[in-house]
């Protein structure tokens, strides 16, 4: 089993910056994929952004040029660096980690951008 926590949501005015950060516990040996996804109200899941363990990233278009994935591999976490951030933005935000053929998600954390 993989735990993961998300922090680093909030309110945060349009033009603003936030940083999430997950962090992993449990059996993280083996996590060959980490990402991003949100979800609005009345909306599905969508992937924001992900990195695979080689390095290689992958971004949505609506958050390309804005947003940053990165990872600390001795913390056993990674992190989304949201700038220029937009009310189209807000969202429940889950981190994700893909070890094997299990999905792993966090609880989710509220960004809310207000215009």
């Known amino acids: 089993q993989v735990q993961l926590v998300e922090s680093g949501g909030g309110l945060v005015q349009a033009g603003g910056s936030l940083r999430l950060s997950c962090a992993a516990s449990?059996?993280?040996?083996?996590?060959?994929?980490m990402g991003w996804y949100r979800q609005a109200p009345g909306k599905q899941r969508d992937l924001v952004a992900s990195?695979?363990?080689?390095?290689?990233?992958n971004y949505a278009d609506s958050v390309k040029g804005r947003f940053t994935i990165s990872r600390d591999n001795a913390k056993s976490a990674w992190y989304l660096q949201m700038n220029s951030l937009k009310p189209e933005d807000t969202a429940v935000y889950y981190c994700?980690?893909?070890?094997?053929?299990?999905?792993?998600w966090g609880e989710g954390t509220q960004v809310t951008v207000s215009s």
């Open positions: 449990g059996s993280i040996f083996g996590i060959r994929a």
């Open positions: 990195i695979l363990s080689g390095g290689s990233t």
């Open positions: 994700n980690a893909w070890r094997g053929v299990f999905v792993y």
